[in-house]
């Protein structure tokens, strides 16, 4: 009998190894997965066998025969898993379905009532319901992610601190597992926008994510690094300048303080001389004035874009990634400063660091939360020890 979350099946190594090879080769014969995974033919068919009764696979026929029978191939079968994957946003809770090969099926964006735990709990059990309810097969539910702001311990599935929320310590895990029965996963929103590029195939990198906040994932060899007290990736605490604003932290010049988007604002605004309220300034006012020219705009985004690359630069100096991912507010404007960047980048990290650095926009936009999440899911699912 099939238990309910083809995790639960997937106990015996070789039969992982085996399905991610296949997504990984898709097309591929039970021949050549007997070569690449090191096991009897037998062996192979007994798994195979396996993974076709549980849906996860499927046969294909070869287009081409070199004379006598078609040989059959095997592929993922995209409809043999389904994960959810939610953001619990400030203000914003978004939830998408993936099917095993990372279609989003479906996606939803609420704003909830209030930001109280017991809101985001009801509002996330009713789309997860209703998610479930599109599915066939409930038991094909492989399973469920959340992302959340503030510090994670990932491993115990508990959020310890929410800054925005005020939540204090929060079992969250617990809370989903003891209302779905699949394996639930929590983890910081900006390391599972990093787990949506781990899913596209980077390795090496560094996910910024900007806006209200700036926080980063550090990404080694496909897998987070987490530091001792899960704090690793605090870069908006960075101290840029000596005489800077003071930052919620408490401490002086960090980079939060001049590149979060209320600061930009807040600066722009204190540049210009015109009768607008500050209420009604925002960022697309502020571009739209640098598109045109505008100086004092201008000058906003150029010192935004320099302290912004005083912090990337010494991350590169330090790490030496292959990449470096921007998302949220400045991902939605990379003709702006994704070219300001790079250059400014180049300026101050050494040649060797940036040689063959990329610097670019996340993959996923506004769903990079979510689609991250249930991507952290499938990551699991596929990953070979
Ligand atoms: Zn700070």
Redesign the pocket.
Known sequence: MIKKGSFKNMKNLNMKNVLTLIKDHQGISRADIAKKVNLSRAAVTNIVNELLELKLVKEVRAGKSSGGRRPILLDLNPDGGYVIGLEWGISRLKAVLLNLEADILAEEEIIPIDNSLKEYTKKSFNLIDKFISTIKDEDKITGIAVGIHGLVDSQKGVSLFTPHFGWGRVEIEEIIAEKFDYPVFIDNDVRMMAEGEIWQGKKDFIFINTGSGVGAALVFNAKLHYGVNNAAGEF??IKITDDGPI???G?KG?L??LIAEERILNKYYNKLNVDIKRSELSITQLLKDYKKGSIKAVETIQETSEYFSRGIADLVNLLNPEAVVIGGLFASYPEIFLDELKTSVSDKALDLAVENLNITTAHYGEYAGAVGAAEKVLNNFFAVD
């Open positions: 908006g605490h930052c919620e932290c401490k960090c939060e303080t």
